[in-house]
């Protein structure tokens, strides 16, 4: 059933784009523009998921790994910029530095707000990795550094891999940012041929390059992971490690995070706060920002609730099966999450008239294209946690005589709990901040934070945008925290 909602926005696709012709599809693909679209895209996802890596890594390291003081703080405000959508970073930047924009700009905005993709499962990864495999290494020769790095990092390489996905993926279907500071990308490109040039088969030749992009970006992710799977210990308190001694590093090291969590939220969380007294000022805007604020997480929990129950399967398939069509069904789940969300609320506009009518301007439809945007989010929360618990724990369930549905509920959706948990902050927080998809399939009369915010920024009323975004940044700051949480690392063992 989850590959099938994921798949809505492929068929739609398919299907628009037949209705061309293959002469039409060809006037529109083999251009300049495709190729010129193709490798600012490639290379903004590339710049982008290059320096979430090290941020990301090195960030998980010094608050899992190291000595370093009030490593639990750093945690949280490591994750704190997944509660700035990227259109509010944008419109806070360019407020802050007139004539901040294109590739450059775009790149260091996303590479801010996307990091935790990084650093929250390389944290948690890390927080749970096997200690006795560094302690051997130690035991051979190996210094602190060399086994942290020669091992551990390892270790965690498909916790790495997962992360680089998802920044490669949201990188190449963000339209907020790139559309806010002007960068030339495929998302932006798709917008425009849809609003502005009436261009609608461009649009979905781009959309159809799109998917090609993520079908090679999963290749060479699945690689990776296959190359990297570990299993958590069984049995037995969790142990970790010794720390790494900072040392003279200390205050270097607590600068960088410093500077970097400035970068990523503080100059967001100072934009907002300057310009709130004259936003809230507005007459009626507590009302409206309370009724937004209430829309919004209600639909939000709608399709994380939803988003979910889809994912958990696909979780279990993902962690435990190994053949081609569990690999094939793992990875068709990912394809829409490199989408556009305009393409995707087109795609359930279209089912929802056409296949689906009574779900058609109703607050589930939405929350199908949630689960269709999102399912990845959860799909890799469910997987992670089912793949660190290790199989013969099943198998014994088994072995006493309980049935597979007892053992499902007993032994292993137990241990998944933390991953359900995780991948529905992920999700909620993630749809918490949508716009193109929330802005086409909304009920009508229906308002959430984010659209309210779009409407009055696109006619310049950044003062009265500005509560809407302060709540939405706020109202998101709490699924963050849980996620944080959810790695481990902001519990005393791993001081």
Same mark, same amino acid.
């Given at each position: ?12 696709? /398919? ?17 300049? %523009? ?36 009030? %490593?639990?703080?750093?945690? /949280? ?10 259109? *509010? ?28 993709? /990084? ?31 020669? *091992? ?77 799977? %570990? ?7 969790? %142990? ?39 936003? *809230? ?14 829309? =919004? ?24 099966? =190994? ?57 890799? =929360? ?13 198998? /014994? ?7 597979? *549905? ?87 063992? =791993?001081?």
């Amino acid at each position: 059933m989850a590959v099938v909602v994921a798949l809505i926005p492929l068929v739609y696709l /398919v299907v628009r784009t037949s209705e061309a012709g293959w002469a039409r599809i060809a006037e529109e693909l083999f251009t300049a %523009r495709v190729v010129e679209l193709a490798a600012r895209s490639v290379a903004l996802a590339a710049v982008v998921t290059g320096a979430c890596l090290v941020l990301g890594v090195g960030t998980a390291l010094l608050v899992v790994r190291t000595d370093l003081r009030f %490593r639990r703080g750093f945690a /949280v405000l490591a994750a704190l910029p997944l509660a700035v959508p990227s259109y *509010v970073a944008g419109f806070a930047w360019m407020s802050a530095f007139p004539g901040f924009e294109g590739f450059w700009a775009a790149a260091l905005v996303l590479t801010l707000g996307s990091y935790p993709y /990084v650093f929250l499962p390389v944290a948690a990864a890390l927080r749970r990795a096997d200690p006795a495999q560094e302690e051997v290494a130690a035991s051979l020769g190996h210094g602190p550094l060399r086994a942290l790095v020669g *091992v551990s990092v390892r270790q965690v390489r498909p916790a790495v891999a997962g992360g680089a996905l998802l920044v490669a993926l949201y990188v190449l279907s963000d339209f907020g940012a790139v559309a806010v500071l002007r960068a030339d990308t495929f998302t932006r490109a798709i917008f425009l041929a849809f609003d502005l040039g009436f261009d609608r088969t461009g649009a979905l030749v781009l959309s159809c390059v799109l998917v090609v992009l993520t079908v090679l970006l999963l290749g060479g992710e699945t690689a990776v992971k296959r190359k990297g799977a %570990r299993y958590s210990r069984v049995g037995g308190g969790l %142990r970790l490690p010794a720390t790494l001694r900072l040392g003279a590093f200390q205050p270097i090291a607590a600068g960088a995070l410093v500077a970097v969590a400035v970068l990523a939220f503080g100059v967001v969380a100072v934009n907002l706060v300057l310009r709130l007294a004259a936003g *809230v000022s507005r007459a009626g805007a507590i009302t409206e920002v309370a009724s937004a604020a209430a829309t =919004s997480l209600a639909l939000s929990a709608a399709g994380a609730g939803l988003t979910v129950l889809l994912a958990l399967p696909l979780g279990f398939l993902a962690a435990r099966g =190994s053949s081609l069509p569990a690999t094939l069904l793992d990875r068709l789940a990912y394809l829409t999450h490199a989408l556009p969300g305009l393409v995707v609320g087109l795609s359930l506009v279209f089912f929802g008239i056409n296949v689906a009518y009574p779900l058609y301007q109703t607050v589930w439809l939405l929350a199908l294209a949630y689960a269709a945007l999102f399912l990845p989010l959860a799909v890799v =929360s469910v997987a992670g946690a089912a793949s660190a618990a290790p199989p013969v724990l099943g198998e /014994v369930g088994r072995s006493l005589g309980a049935g597979p *549905v007892r053992v499902a509920f007993t032994v292993s959706l137990p241990l998944v709990l933390p991953g359900i948990g995780a991948g529905a902050a992920l999700v909620f927080l993630s749809a918490m901040k949508e716009l193109p998809a929330t802005l086409l399939l909304r009920p009508t009369g229906v308002d959430t934070l984010a659209t309210e915010l779009w409407t009055h920024t696109t006619v310049a009323a950044y003062a009265a945008a500005t509560p809407y975004a302060f709540l939405l940044v706020l109202m998101s700051a709490f699924p963050a925290w849980v996620l944080v949480r959810r790695t481990g690392v902001l519990t005393k063992e =791993s001081a």
